[in-house]
C-alpha cells in the first residue's frame, strides 16, 4: 500500500501548492514499481487508491465552494479515481503477458490516452491536475506543447518515470539477463534523448525575439468579495470601485480595459440605466472595455414570454462609432451553470441542487480593438485546449481569460487555474491575458512566462485590489497545436489500444519475465 501513497503524495507536491515540479520526474516510479507483475485486478486496486488520495489532495479548495459537501468531494474524487485505476489494470495486465520492459514502454502511452479521455468526458470532462501542469514553471521543458498539446510533455515526464522504473526492476530487484538490461537501457536512452530534444528546441524557442504589433492592454482586479457581488446593496459600491479602478488604468493610456467575469452586479442589456454607466466609464477612459456580465434575452415559446440566461463578455466601444459587441460562453459550469442530464439523472438523491439553466453560446467570437483581434474565454473555458485553440484558429492574435474564483477563497485553485492558462499561450504561441476577480489577474508570454501580475506592496496577488498595464504583441500564430490539435493524444490512444489488444491475443502469462 506504501506504492501508491507514495505517488498520490509526490504527485501532490508537484501542483500549486507547493508547486514543487521536478518531484514529477519521480513521481509516478513507486507506483510502476508497486503494481509491475501484479494481477490486474490488483492493479487497479493499488492505482484506484492513489487517485483516491491524489485528486482530493489537490481539489481540497472545493470545500470552499457554498453548498459542495463531504457526499460530492467523495463521489467527485472516486470518480476521478477510476482513470488512475484504469491505468493499473491494463499496465499490470501487460506486465503479467509481456514482462516489465515491454509494459514500461506502453506506460506513456497508457497515461497520456486515460488523460485525454479524462479531459474530453462530455459534461464529466476533467482536464485537472495533468501530468504537464506540473512543469508550468520551467519554460525550456513546455514548448513542445506547441506541437502535441499539454499531453506531449505528460508524455515525456511519463517516459522518463518508466525509465526510472526500469533500472529500479531491472537492476535492483531482479537478476537481469543481457536481454532485459539492453531493452532497460535502451529505454532510459530514449528517455534521455526526449528530454535533450524537447530541452534544446524549447532553448531555441525562448532565446528567439517575439515580434508582433504592440498593443497596450490594463486589466482592473476589483476584489468583490463573492457574499457582496449579487447583493442589490453593494451594487453602486461596486459600479463605483471598478469606475475608479478604470480611471487610475486609463492614465497609462491603454487600448483595451479589461474588467473580470460577471463584474457587474446585475444584467447590463437588462438594466438600461447600469448600461448607460457602463458605457459612460468606457468614454471617460477613452478606450475600448471589455467585461463580464449576465446576458439575457427574451424568447417567446407558445405565446409564453420566457427568459435565456448566459454568460457573456461584452466588448465596449469609447466612442460609439463601432456597435457593442459580446461573446456567450461556450462550455458551461456544469452544477454551478446548468444540471447536467436534467431529468435524467437523479441529482438530488445525492443532494446536488438545480443551480439554474444557462444558454451555451455557439460562436467562437473574436473581438477587434485598435486594429487587432482577440479572443476570450470565461472562467474555466480556459481549462480546455481544444475550445481555446478555435479562437486562434479563427485569427485571434493574443487571449483574454475574464474569471471570478472568489469561490474559492485563499486557496490553490487561482495558482493552479494560473498553471493551465500558461500551456493556453504555449500551444498557440500568443499572449494570454489574465483578468481575474479576487486574481489571479496577469500577463503571460508566448513562451509561458508569467510577465507580471497584479499585487500589493508585500507580494500578495489573490484578494487583493489594483490594476496592471503592459505592452504585449499582438501574433498571427499557427502552431501545429493550433493547426491539427490533440492529434498526439490521439496517436496514444491507437498505439495503447494496439498494446491491449495484442496482450488480450497473447495467451501465455509470464509471471516471472524480467523483460
Not at 457554498?66 to 457526499?71: P, T
Not at 443532494?351 to 483581434?373: A, K, L, M, N, W
Not at 504583441?473 to 493524444?489: L, V
Request: aromatic letters at 14%; proline letters at 4%.
Amino acid at each position: 500500500m506504501s506504492a501508491p501513497l507514495s505517488t498520490a503524495a509526490l504527485l501532490a507536491l508537484c501542483f500549486p501548492a507547493p508547486d514543487l515540479g521536478w518531484l514529477a520526474w519521480i513521481s509516478l516510479v513507486p507506483l510502476l514499481v508497486g503494481i509491475s507483475r501484479k494481477k490486474p485486478h490488483y492493479g487497479f486496486f493499488l492505482s484506484f487508491i492513489c487517485g483516491l488520495v491524489f485528486f482530493p489532495g489537490i481539489g481540497n479548495w472545493l470545500f470552499q465552494v457554498r453548498g459542495y459537501r463531504l457526499l460530492h468531494h467523495a463521489i467527485w474524487g472516486t470518480y476521478l479515481a477510476i482513470y488512475f485505476g484504469l491505468f493499473g489494470l491494463a499496465f499490470s495486465f501487460i506486465s503479467r503477458r509481456w514482462g516489465v520492459v515491454p509494459s514500461l514502454v506502453a506506460s506513456p502511452f497508457l497515461w497520456v490516452s486515460l488523460e485525454y479521455i479524462r479531459s474530453n468526458m462530455g459534461f464529466m470532462a476533467f482536464p485537472w491536475g495533468l501530468l504537464s501542469h506540473s512543469q508550468h514553471q520551467c519554460p525550456r521543458i513546455i514548448q513542445v506543447a506547441s506541437l502535441a498539446g499539454n499531453y506531449g510533455v505528460s508524455f515525456l515526464v511519463a517516459w522518463v518515470n518508466a525509465a526510472l522504473a526500469a533500472v529500479i526492476l531491472i537492476y535492483f530487484r531482479s537478476s537481469p539477463t543481457k536481454y532485459s538490461a539492453r531493452h532497460a537501457a535502451i529505454l532510459v536512452v530514449i528517455g534521455g534523448a526526449l528530454i535533450t530534444s524537447s530541452f534544446w528546441y524549447g532553448h531555441w524557442i525562448v532565446s528567439k525575439q517575439i515580434v508582433g504589433n504592440e498593443i497596450k492592454v490594463s486589466v482592473v482586479q476589483g476584489n468583490i468579495g463573492q457574499e457582496k457581488k449579487w447583493e442589490s446593496k453593494y451594487a453602486n459600491s461596486i459600479m463605483q470601485t471598478y469606475a475608479d479602478l478604470t480611471q487610475e488604468a486609463s492614465r497609462d493610456r491603454p487600448d483595451l480595459i479589461v474588467w473580470p467575469e460577471a463584474a457587474t452586479p446585475r444584467a447590463i442589456t437588462m438594466d438600461v440605466r447600469l448600461y448607460r454607466q457602463v458605457r459612460d466609464i468606457a468614454a471617460k477612459a477613452g478606450t475600448c472595455l471589455l467585461l463580464g456580465s449576465t446576458h439575457q434575452d427574451k424568447i417567446r415559446i407558445k405565446d409564453q414570454v420566457r427568459f435565456k440566461y448566459a454568460n457573456s463578455a461584452f466588448l465596449i466601444s469609447h466612442d460609439r462609432k463601432d456597435g457593442d459587441k459580446k461573446y456567450d460562453k461556450i462550455r458551461l459550469l456544469p452544477f454551478g451553470e446548468y444540471l447536467p442530464m436534467k431529468g435524467v439523472i437523479p441529482w438530488s438523491y445525492v443532494r446536488i441542487p438545480d443551480p439554474g439553466s444557462y444558454t451555451s453560446g455557439q460562436e467562437f467570437t473574436v473581438f477587434e480593438c485598435s486594429h487587432h483581434r482577440f479572443g476570450v474565454t470565461i472562467c474555466w473555458e480556459t481549462i480546455f485546449p481544444d475550445l481555446v485553440r478555435g479562437f486562434v484558429n479563427r485569427g485571434a492574435q493574443f487571449l483574454v481569460n475574464i474569471t471570478n474564483e472568489a469561490w474559492f477563497g485563499k486557496s490553490a485553485a487561482p495558482y493552479q487555474f494560473l498553471s493551465m492558462n500558461v500551456f493556453r499561450a504555449v500551444e498557440n504561441r500568443v499572449y494570454v491575458v489574465r483578468c481575474a476577480n479576487t486574481g489571479i489577474s496577469c500577463f503571460i508570454d508566448p513562451c509561458g512566462r508569467v510577465v507580471d501580475r497584479v499585487k500589493d506592496q508585500a507580494g500578495q496577488d489573490i484578494f487583493v485590489q489594483g490594476i496592471l498595464t503592459k505592452t504585449i504583441q499582438a501574433i498571427d500564430s499557427k502552431t501545429i497545436y493550433t493547426q491539427f490539435g490533440d492529434w498526439f493524444a490521439w496517436l496514444c490512444i491507437l498505439a495503447s489500444a494496439v498494446a491491449v489488444i495484442l496482450t488480450c491475443l497473447n495467451r501465455s502469462t509470464r509471471h516471472h519475465s524480467t523483460l
